[in-house]
């Protein structure tokens, strides 16, 4: 399965950027549809996931800033990001789970730098 990111790029503080990840093969309803991100010098973390049943969680730093979301029907995840901070620079990289724990694919990451 491989997933393509994109929409990533150079921004102001305050502007607004949207990220896709295109997956290869069809959404299925055990799928945990995921954004994360990683900063120099910093891990991975998770900054938001969706489930095929809608419900959506966000870490706290991005809360009421970004919307993840997904078109089933075009295989796509999407990340809205708005409010962009400068902190809220790093590359990011979407993710397909299984709410089971059976498998788990990755993008190969879109990078966002957030200028002050």
């Known amino acids: 399965v491989q997933l393509q990111a994109s929409g990533g790029g150079l921004v102001r503080a305050g502007g607004s950027l949207r990220l896709s990840c295109a997956a290869s093969?069809?959404?299925?309803?055990?799928?945990?549809l995921g954004w994360y991100r990683q900063a120099p010098g910093r891990q991975r973390e998770l900054v938001a996931y969706i489930t095929s049943s809608g419900r959506a969680n966000y870490v706290d730093s991005v809360m009421g800033r970004f919307t993840i979301s997904s078109d089933n029907a075009k295989n796509t995840i999407y990340l809205q990001m708005n409010s962009l901070k400068p902190e809220d620079t790093a590359v990011y990289y979407c993710n397909i789970k299984d709410l089971y724990g059976s498998y788990a694919y990755w993008g190969q990451g879109t990078q966002v730098t957030v200028s002050s």
């Open positions: 093969r069809s959404i299925f309803s055990r799928d945990v």
